[in-house]
């Protein structure tokens, strides 16, 4: 619904401040109502009319964050985003459904999570985390380097995406480590597929795929130490392709 998000939005860009500092004093032994105490009219209205039930579900849901409960985190947050959708810590619970799912290592559900709140929320100030953390949700998805590379793939792009937009944000200094992390399992992935053809003598499809990331990541060649191998495997299949293709003997045409 555009018309929600356009009105929650500047709200939502304080609640995760608002929550850390309420929070942090509620936990000091302060008995009162410290998000109105400290924080009054900020939201545009009286604060003594802001949902209770919604702001401790919201505090639950980080306690239990805290605890590495994420279990719970998720009961509390799921409920605070389905039943107090207009509530200024509706916002919160959709970034930190992204942020228990991560942490219980369920790096799907937490790339989903994070991209829902992308593009539910494309200006708000905490984007720059969100993209990044989708980026190390497919990153951490990772299996070996003889499967698909589907999620490397993803993980780049995300990465490239906070590069891009926020060139200046710690994240994006983090995302460039991460590219490049990205870039090398590729490269391991192709070496292990080129040196595979080469030694079934298929010398053709051996020789893209060597040549393919040599010239598209040659760092992370070099700093996988395989530029001496590649070389050696592009040297012999290119002796073996001036052969030109072998043809079948009598023997192999007659069917024996």
């Known amino acids: 619904m555009p018309s929600r998000h356009r009105s929650i939005e500047p709200r939502g860009r ?16 302060c008995g009162m109502d410290l998000t109105r105490y400290y924080f009054g009219n900020l939201f545009g209205k009286d604060s003594s009319t802001i949902d209770q039930n919604a702001e401790q579900l919201a505090l639950e849901g980080m ?18 985003k389905e039943q107090y ?31 829902e709140f992308a593009r539910l929320h494309p200006r708000n100030e905490v984007i720059p985390y969100v993209l990044y953390q989708i980026g190390m949700s497919h990153f951490l998805s990772f299996s070996t380097i003889d499967r698909d590379q589907g999620e490397t793939q993803r993980a780049m792009e995300a990465f490239q995406r906070v590069i891009q937009a926020f060139p200046e944000t710690q994240y994006a200094k983090k995302a460039r480590l991460q590219l490049f992390e990205c870039q090398k399992r590729l490269v391991a992935h192709e070496f292990y597929v080129g040196q595979f053809y080469f030694r079934q003598k298929r010398y053709r499809s051996s020789k893209d ?34 052969k030109g293709e072998a043809k079948p003997s009598i023997w192999s045409r007659m069917g024996f």
């Open 63 to 80: 306690e239990k964050m805290r605890e590495k409960d994420y279990d719970d985190a998720l009961k509390a947050f799921r409920k605070l």
């Open 85 to 115: 959708p207009y509530s200024k810590f509706a916002i919160l619970a959709e970034l930190k459904l992204g942020d228990a799912h991560f942490h219980k290592r369920e790096y799907a559900e937490a790339a989903m999570a994070y991209e």
């Open 14 to 29: 304080c609640a995760i401040l608002v929550l850390c500092i309420a929070w942090s004093l509620s936990a000091a032994g």
């Open 209 to 242: 795929r060597l040549e393919r990331i040599s010239q598209a990541y040659p760092d992370a060649v070099r700093e996988l130490g395989y530029q001496d191998s590649i070389q050696e495997m592009l040297e012999a299949s290119n002796v073996e392709l001036s």
